[in-house]
Every structure is written in structure tokens, then in C-alpha cells.
């Protein structure tokens, strides 16, 4: 293919004029037999300008990317396109040989073309690149080792996730390649130039990527291991250049020197955490891990310490390294071997290290000052906190306090000496980082009788007054201390009123963004652990409620909308004159944060507590039909921009909007919103019907006169559920689909007669193909049992009409004996309701009923099965009414702090014994339960915890299930038999004759029952009339036995 041709077609991508055309020119060639090793060669020379070479690669990368892997076609369609294996040999004869000359910008892309050529070719097809790399790794020039080590790099990441027996192609080219990556690492030990220390970071970094999740024993030998640790100490010990000594600490931080510390002590960290830690490792490697935690932790805490004196003497240290480095600290807290060597330091660390870092810093004063809602956003941030070093001292700074002897007393010290020095030595600085460090403690400190007795004292004395301070960030600090102590059993009334009053004024009346942020949270903590701060709040709750508002628009920080949260359903009544102000506040904010494109993952977080805030507004204001419909306006805006411009990750916030919006009543814009839903079903097809189906719900049983008067809204039910159902979806959808069939024909009973027989040929269409699981045969099933119940002569009409099509088997027999052989897969109370109920109707049909010669044997111990299991369902039930929480007293603990000797380990081993000797006396327990149970024995079990009393689609509920239906089953199946007995004496004795005696005596509780229910029922029924109030002297029991 003419390059030159190719360059400038190229060229015409980057002119808005020529883009399209030659867009078209790129897809009409691309197929052509040598397009793709021309257009890499294309990228490969220099003479073309970077640009162009840029968008050749790119082109190159969605090429391989899309056209690599040999697809199969689908029926009627030409085959997808691949690349050809003439162009795919081609391209990975070279493809190395461009990374290593290719600029760093257009390395990138390459590599990513490397990366699927390995994942589709990589051993089968394509073992050369092995020796490739080989190859370029034996070059003394650097460029050469570093687009090696590139492609090496790709090599690994491949086989990064596979488990240690799909490794074997990988540990078979590191037999090769691993000596050389250390030998290449050693030579370049005394070249501290940027070239070298680059490459030495490559190297780390593919040795980062092979060990991350398994470490290969059989490659790494304890020799080879040793020399590795020791290359890991040298670049952690090698002296940083002082280039630019004014230089940003942000920009120092990326540096080459630090960046190889950085992944140095990257896999330090994992090498301890994963395979050196003997609580944490698994059993192939627990010989490994004494082996590590003996030999290598002296020499590894030397070189930390190393890196903490540094931060000591304040030079500059890499967060990433400092926050690791103490991160492995926290590792050794727990073992008596690397304790020892520790302890005589830990205290320095705590003052020197710890405190400094959780003190105010400059850099925190500057992004203060110069961005507070920057400040505000790193603060809060979660993602933030894997990487900070602020985060890392608070982990080590609890796991020594907690786990070792004297730590919390000295550190206690410190912090008291620090907050009642008046001299000058310790000023606001130092405050704040004795507050954050006494606040960090905060639950270990509630455990300790003498540290939870002066509690009081302590926020009275030192952190009241922070909040009169002249300085921003030790009032926001005075409100943080107040959330962490806010669970704390205050013995004086006054004060916990004075902490309230302090918190609500700081939300009020402060100047500083960052302070309101934390009063409003600590104002959120008072509320949830003190119930005598409700009424405190009741006269302020209308102004604090406008703040925060005014607080959620200008930091779009989630967990103010949290507090809104809490506050709302606080004070419903307070808060109902301002619920549309509130709502509108709230959707005006979500629109701003979605518009903005900054920080997706932050925005989305927020975005969500938004919505869910809204959800709290809506479900506290329910009651109020008035305001309810005020709200929905602006509610229904908010979800029609959801869902009009596809934003897919709120879909689900924004269908518990309209759930919400119709669990009383719909309005006239909510059946709106139903076609709207039918269009997003077509468009997006099925993914989102499971979240849908709530509102769906909603739709047929909240108003199901409305939902009847427009066949549009039946129509677009049932072609919902056909299009499910025709598609053989893999997740629970198409049980979704069948319960909304279900929900229509007993929601609907006798009023959408013309729909059923598409209903029937749909369910029976979809029983006729694969059924993956008894769950969706049941619930198919089941739909054909809610016809069946609500009129059974139009479902035998419907299977004889469908018969003509099926001539060598009945339909009707096959419904009957699946359903039968079915029954013990009917779980919960509603479908075993409706199977008894199915089985009665079917009884009482008299001479009109279909033959059931085939079944009558089976009929009654189905139903004694279904008895069986609604007795179970219904004690659990009961159980679940009845059950009561118990507050547990805060007693002291000391069992977790560790002895100079002991290791974390001996003590999580003895509980480890405990709990496994629990779960084996109750897993012989479940076993001997599961062995002795079949269809045939109906003896009572002690432990049916392992079944469910409601199914998860019993949420969408129907007439039956509703609390004053007046449909009992005991009662139903009582009166069935008992008018059997009479009026068809010779099916009634073909039923009840097959039962042995132990039946039997199952079936008299079952009528003793019944008669105890209609008593029940009569009682009821005659109080709720006016008539008189009495007790039944046979209660109906919660409990009852079959064989009693």
C-alpha cells in the first residue's frame, strides 16, 4: 500500500474540512490485505510529522483492538470483520521493533495494540516475542532496554489476573527473562543518571505486576529472593539529586528518583501484606511467611526508619512513599518478632512522624485559603484516603494504641501536654494535631473507664474554646472532635446543650465554608447518638435546613445531603412549608453537578445523595397529598432529564423516584411517565427492567381502574414481559416478567378475559424451550395457577384452542403433572397460597374439570408439602414480628492490647478455633437435616433456617397477600374437601385414601387449624361490624405441629 497515499489521507483527519472524507477514504481501504502492517509501518518513520504518526497509531490501535480476534457470524449476517492472518503475522514481526524506536507518545498506543495482540496470540501463535525481548534486553543502548522492559511489562499484565495454573506460559518465558531483569538492575545500581533510574523503574514495575497476586515459589528462590531484597534496599537507601532545589513539592513528587522508591516500597508492602503476613497468607505460602517475617524485617524497618528520619528533619518526602512507608509499619504492629525491633522507636514515630503529619500543614493552609472548596473536596474524598499519609498515620497511630502495651498512655500524654501548655512551645498547630490524634482514638478511648470518665473535661476544657478561635482551621477542628465524641454518654445536660449550641451557631454564623461542612456533620452525629438534641434543634430547624441547602449548592459535597438526610425525617412537621423550596433546592444542584465534567466518580457520588435525599423529601411528605403533588413537578423534571438524555448510572435512583411518586396515588404526568418507561425499555432493551418493575407495579395495583381504562398501558405490560421472555435473558429478569404477568391476572381478575390467551401462549411458549432454573419453571408455572384461580373454564378453553397445534401430547396434562411434580419448589407464602388455592378451584370444578386420573394420588401430599412449608414460613414470620433489639453495655476491653512476645496471630487463632468449631457443629446439624428430608417425610426440623419465609419477588404484591383479604387457604381447603366429601364422595375417597397414617394425622392439624382460623376470621369480622368483642378460646397459634 503506497505510504505516501496513506500519510496524507492521514493528514486529512486533523482538517476539519477533510475529516469527514477522509474518515470514509480510511474505511473503505482499511480491509485491504497490508493495510495494517503499511500504516504501522507508516507510524515507524520519522520523516512523517509526529501528528499524523499520532493518528496512525491511534487509527492502528481501535483497528487491532476491533479486528484482531476471529469472530464468528452470526445467522444471517456477513461475517465481522478481522484482520488478516497474512497482516496479523505481519504486524507482530515488527511491532516490538516499533515500540522500542517509537517516541514515548506514540509507545503508549503501541503498547496498547501489544497488550490484545498477547491476549489473543500469546503462547499459540506467537512465542517470538520472548526472544524478542530477550533480545533488546542483552542492548546496552537504553532506549532499546526500556522498550524491552515495555513489552515485557504487557507480557505480564496479561497473565495478571489468571490463576497460578495458567501462569505456566509466563513462568516459562521468566525463566528466560527474570535473571536478566535482575542482572540488568544490579549493573545500573551505581548509575544514578534519569535514563538510568527510569529504566530501573520499568523493571520494579514488572516486578510489581508478577508478583501482585500470586508469587511463582518455583521462579523466585529463597537466593534469588534474598538478592532481590537487597537490590529493593539499595534503591530505597540511593540519595535523591537536588536538581531545582525551589522546586514544587507536587512536581518533586513525580520525579524519577522518587517514583522508583515509590514502586520499591509498593512491593515491600506487598510482599509483606500478602505472602510475608502469617495471618493474612494463604497455606502455600505460610513457610514462606516465617521465613520473610525473620530474615528480611530488621533489615527492611532500617531502611523505613531511614525514611521517616527524613520526613523528621523535614526534607521532602514523597506522600506515596511516606503514606507505604507507614503502612508497612502498621503491618509489624502485630507480630511479637518485628514488635521488638519496633518498639524502642514507636513512641519517636508517634511524636516525630505521626504528629506532624496530622497536624494543620502549610499546604493545608495555602489550598485553605486559596480554594476552600478544593480543601472541602480532598478532605471528604474516600479515594483520596488509600493514598494519604494523614490516613495511613491514623491506621498506625490505632493499631499501636490499640494493640500494644503503654502506646495509648504515652500518646495521651503527649496530646495533654500539648492541649494545657500555655507557653508559646506548642501553638494552634500543634493543637489541632493533639485534636486530631485524640479524636482518631476516640473509640479506644470510650472502652477505657478512665478515659471515658473524662470525656466531659476534655471537650469542656479544650474544645469549646477552639470554637471562639480566630482561626478557621481550629474551629473546624472543635467540630470534628465534637462528631467523634458525639456518642459519648455526656454526664452533664448543660454541656450537651452547649455542644449543640456551638455546632449549630458554627453552621450559622461562620465565614468559613470548611467549618460549616464539619459542623453540619457534627450536628448530624449529635442527632443520630443523642435523642435530647431533637428538641434543642426544633427552634433552629427551618434556618439550619436553609443553610444546608445553601451548603449542598455550594460544595456539592454528599455528605451534607446526608445530613439533610437525617434532618428531614426529624421534623416532617416542621419542615412541610418549606418541602418544594427544599426539593427545588435539591434539583437545581443535581442539575449543576451533572453538567460539570470535572471529577466523574466524585460528581456521580454526589449526584447520588442528591437523588436519595430527594427519595427522603418524597417519602416523609407522602402523606400529604397536597405537597406530594408540589413536589412531584419538580421530581418528575429531574427523572425526564435522567432518562431523556440516557444517563444510565442514575436509572436506578431515578425508577425509586417514580416508585415513590406512585405507591399512593398516580397522577395524570405519571401515566405519562409510563410511555416514557415503555421507550426506554425499547431503546435500552432489558438491563434496566428489574429496576422498572417496582413502578410497573405500582401502575397495575395502586390505580388499576386508570391502568384498565387505556389497553395501551395492558399492551405495553405484555410486551414488556414478551420481549423478556423471548429473549432467555441470564439474570432474573425473565422471573420479573412472569411476576408481572402474574400481578395483571389476579390485580385484574375478570377484567382483561381477552388478554389471557396471549398470556397462556407466551408462558407456554417459553416452558417449551430451556428452563435454566426451577425458579423461573415455577414462576412460569405460576402464572398459568393465578389464571387457573381466577377462572379456570377460560384456561382449559385456552389449552384446548392451543391443543390443535400439539397433537401428540395434552397441554393439560402436561400443565397438571409438571405442576405437580413441581410443588416443592414453590417457596415463600404467597406462591404456596396460590398453589393450594389452584388445587382447590381445580377440585371444585365438579364434572367441567379436566381428567385428573393421573394426579389424584399425588394431590393431597402435594398439599400437606405446601402446608408444610407455609407452617415454617409463617412461624418465621412471626418470629421476625416478634424479634427485639438489645442494647449491649460498652464495657471495658483490654482483651485486644498484645504482649511484648505475642503475635495478632496466636490470638486471632484461638477465636479462628472457636468460630470453625461453631460452624461445624451447625453445618452437621444442616447436613443431617438435608439427608433426612424428602417428599415423603414431613417431620419437623429444629433448624429451616436455610429457607426463606418470602421469596424475592413477594415484594410485588397482589389481592392476596394484602392484610385484609379476606381469602384464607387453611379455611379454602377445608371447605373444598368438606363439599367433596359430600357431592363427589368417590373422588374424595380417591384422594384421601392413598395417605398413610402419618398423613393423616398431617391432615387433621390442617383442618384443626382451618376451623381455629374461621373462628378467627368470625371474630374479626363481627368486631370491625360494631357487634361484640370477644376472645376465641382456641387462639390461632403462631407455632403449631402437624403431628400434634
Known amino acids: 500500500m503506497d505510504t505516501r497515499k496513506l500519510t496524507e489521507i492521514l493528514r486529512g483527519t486533523l482538517e476539519p474540512n477533510q475529516r469527514k472524507q477522509s474518515e470514509e477514504q480510511l474505511a473503505e481501504i482499511h480491509k485491504i490485505i497490508g493495510f495494517g502492517p503499511s500504516l504501522l509501518q507508516l507510524v515507524m518513520l520519522n520523516e512523517v510529522q509526529l501528528p499524523v504518526r499520532l493518528a496512525g497509531v491511534v487509527y ?65 501463535r506467537w512465542t517470538q516475542i520472548v526472544d524478542k525481548i530477550h533480545i533488546y534486553l542483552q542492548n546496552p543502548d537504553p532506549d532499546s532496554c526500556m522498550g524491552a522492559l515495555l513489552c515485557l511489562y504487557q507480557l505480564i499484565k496479561n497473565y495478571e489476573y489468571h490463576l497460578a495454573e495458567k501462569k505456566v506460559p509466563l513462568i516459562e518465558a521468566m525463566n528466560l527473562l527474570f535473571p536478566m531483569m535482575y542482572n540488568l538492575m544490579e549493573n545500573l545500581q551505581a548509575d544514578f543518571s534519569e535514563k538510568s533510574v527510569l529504566i530501573q523503574k520499568q523493571i520494579l514495575k514488572c516486578f510489581y505486576a508478577l508478583i501482585k497476586y500470586i508469587l511463582p515459589l518455583e521462579l523466585i528462590t529463597k537466593e534469588m529472593f534474598t538478592k532481590w531484597m537487597e537490590i529493593l534496599r539499595s534503591v530505597m537507601v540511593q540519595p535523591i539529586p537536588e536538581l531545582f532545589p525551589q522546586m514544587d513539592d507536587d ?12 514502586w520499591a516500597i509498593h512491593i515491600l508492602y506487598r510482599l509483606f501484606e500478602r505472602y510475608g503476613s502469617p495471618v493474612n497468607t494463604r497455606e502455600e505460602y505460610s513457610e514462606f511467611a516465617e521465613w520473610y517475617l525473620t530474615t528480611f524485617t530488621g533489615g527492611i524497618l532500617e531502611v523505613l526508619f531511614r525514611v521517616l528520619d527524613l520526613y523528621r528533619k523535614k526534607y521532602f518526602v514523597s506522600p506515596r512513599v511516606l503514606q507505604q512507608t507507614i503502612s508497612y509499619i502498621d503491618q509489624c504492629v502485630g507480630y511479637s518478632h518485628s514488635w521488638k525491633l519496633l518498639k524502642p522507636h514507636m513512641f519517636a514515630i508517634i511524636q516525630d512522624v505521626l504528629f506532624p503529619l496530622m497536624s494543620h500543614s502549610e499546604a493545608d493552609e495555602e489550598l485553605w485559603n486559596s480554594d476552600p472548596h478544593e480543601y472541602i473536596r480532598i478532605k471528604f474524598d474516600i479515594f483520596e484516603d488509600f493514598v494519604s499519609p494523614v490516613t495511613a498515620a491514623q491506621t498506625l497511630l490505632i493499631s499501636c494504641c490499640k494493640k500494644r502495651k503503654d502506646m495509648l498512655e504515652r500518646t495521651m500524654h503527649l496530646c495533654m501536654q500539648v492541649l494545657r501548655c500555655q507557653q508559646a512551645e506548642y501553638g494552634p498547630v500543634q493543637r489541632d494535631g493533639a485534636l486530631h490524634m485524640v479524636g482518631t482514638l476516640n473509640d479506644i478511648l470510650m472502652k477505657k473507664k478512665f478515659y471515658k470518665e473524662e470525656i466531659d473535661s476534655l471537650l469542656s476544657q479544650y474544645v469549646f474554646s477552639e470554637f471562639n478561635s480566630n482561626l478557621g482551621y481550629m474551629r473546624a477542628r472543635a467540630c470534628w472532635v465534637v462528631q467523634c465524641f458525639a456518642c459519648v454518654r455526656f454526664k452533664s445536660e448543660p454541656l450537651l446543650i452547649e455542644a449543640v449550641r456551638l455546632v449549630i451557631y458554627a453552621l450559622l454564623n ?89 471529577g466523574a466518580d466524585e460528581k456521580a457520588i454526589t449526584a447520588m445523595g442528591l437523588l436519595n435525599t430527594m427519595e427522603t423529601v418524597l417519602n416523609v411528605m407522602s402523606e400529604n ?108 429478569s425473565e422471573m420479573i416478567a412472569a411476576k408481572l404477568l402474574e400481578v395483571m391476572v389476579l390485580q385484574c381478575s375478570g377484567k382483561i378475559d381477552n388478554c389471557i390467551p396471549s398470556f397462556v401462549e407466551l408462558v407456554l411458549n417459553r416452558l417449551t424451550r430451556k428452563v435454566r432454573t426451577s425458579e423461573l419453571r415455577t414462576m412460569l408455572l405460576q402464572v398459568l395457577i393465578a389464571i387457573l384461580y381466577c377462572n379456570p373454564h377460560l384456561l382449559f378453553t385456552i389449552f384446548d384452542k392451543l391443543q390443535e397445534s400439539v397433537p401428540n401430547a395434552s397441554i393439560t396434562q402436561h400443565f397438571m403433572n409438571q405442576w405437580i411434580h413441581d410443588i416443592d419448589c414453590f417457596m415463600g407464602l404467597h406462591d404456596r397460597k396460590l398453589c393450594l388455592l389452584g388445587i382447590c378451584t381445580l377440585l371444585e370444578m365438579g364434572p367441567q374439570r379436566p381428567n385428573l386420573e393421573e394426579i389424584v394420588p399425588m394431590l393431597l401430599p402435594s398439599c400437606l408439602v405446601l402446608f408444610d412449608g ?22 471495658e476491653d483490654d482483651e485486644e492490647i498484645l504482649s511484648s512476645d505475642e503475635d495478632e496471630l496466636e490470638v486471632m487463632h484461638s477465636k479462628h478455633l472457636e468460630n470453625l468449631a461453631r460452624m461445624s457443629m451447625k453445618n452437621s446439624a444442616i447436613e443431617e437435616a438435608h439427608l433426612n428430608s424428602n417428599i415423603e417425610e414431613y417431620e419437623d426440623s429444629d433448624d429451616d433456617t436455610y ?23 387453611f379455611v379454602k381447603f377445608r371447605n373444598t374437601l368438606t363439599a367433596l366429601s359430600t357431592s363427589e364422595p368417590a373422588l374424595y375417597h380417591a384422594l384421601t385414601s392413598v395417605l398413610d397414617e402419618q398423613q393423616q394425622k398431617q391432615l387433621k392439624a390442617v383442618l384443626l387449624l382451618a376451623d381455629q382460623r374461621k373462628a378467627q376470621q368470625d371474630s374479626k369480622r363481627i368486631e370491625q361490624s360494631g357487634g361484640y368483642s370477644f376472645t376465641v378460646p382456641a387462639q390461632v397459634p403462631t407455632k403449631f405441629k402437624f403431628g400434634s
Open 947 to 969: 429457607e426463606p419465609h418470602e421469596t424475592a419477588l413477594e415484594c410485588y404484591t397482589t389481592p392476596l397477600d394484602e392484610k385484609d383479604c379476606t381469602v384464607d387457604e
Open 870 to 891: 407455609l407452617k415454617r414460613a409463617y412461624e418465621i414470620r412471626a418470629e421476625g414480628d416478634d424479634e427485639s433489639s438489645s442494647e449491649e453495655d460498652d464495657d
Open 625 to 732: 397529598a397536597e405537597i406530594t403533588a408540589q413536589l412531584e413537578k419538580t421530581v418528575l423534571s429531574v427523572v425526564g432529564h435522567i432518562l431523556q438524555h440516557n444517563i444510565i448510572e442514575y436509572y436506578e435512583e431515578a425508577m425509586t423516584l417514580l416508585c415513590d411518586l406512585s405507591t399512593k396515588s398516580i397522577s395524570e404526568d405519571m401515566w405519562k411517565v409510563l410511555e416514557l418507561l415503555y421507550q426506554l425499555f425499547e431503546k435500552e432493551g432489558f438491563d434496566y427492567f428489574a429496576d422498572m418493575m417496582p413502578v410497573l407495579h405500582n401502575y397495575i395495583t395502586v390505580d388499576t381502574n386508570a391502568f384498565l381504562s387505556n389497553e395501551n398501558h395492558i399492551l405495553a405490560m405484555f410486551n414488556m414481559a414478551k420481549a423478556v421472555l423471548n429473549m432467555e435473558c441470564l439474570d432474573d
Open 60 to 124: 492502528l490501535k481501535n483497528l487491532i483492538t476491533s479486528g484482531w480476534q476471529e469472530k464468528d457470524a452470526d445467522d444471517d449476517e456477513p461475517a465481522p470483520f478481522t484482520v488478516h492472518e497474512q497482516d496479523r503475522a505481519m504486524i507482530r514481526d515488527i511491532i516490538v521493533d516499533a515500540i522500542i524506536q517509537a517516541p514515548e507518545i506514540l509507545q503508549i498506543q503501541l503498547c496498547s495494540c501489544l497488550k490484545t495482540i498477547i491476549k489473543h496470540d500469546f503462547p499459540t
Open 510 to 598: 461562620d465565614t468559613e465554608l470548611p467549618v460549616k461542612v464539619e459542623a453540619a456533620i457534627a450536628l448530624q452525629m449529635l442527632l443520630t447518638s443523642q435523642e435530647k438534641v431533637h428538641g434543642y434543634l426544633e427552634v433552629q430547624v427551618t434556618q439550619v435546613t436553609t443553610e444546608l441547602l445553601k451548603v449542598i449548592r455550594e460544595t456539592e459535597n454528599d455528605n451534607i445531603a446526608n445530613v439533610l438526610q437525617k434532618i428531614v425525617p426529624m421534623y416532617t412537621k416542621q419542615l412541610m412549608p418549606m418541602a418544594f423550596e427544599i426539593m427545588d433546592h435539591l434539583a437545581t444542584t443535581f442539575s449543576k453537578v451533572i453538567e460539570t465534567d470535572s
Open 251 to 262: 512536581v518533586r513528587a513525580e520525579l524519577p528518583w522518587w517514583k522508583s522508591k515509590k
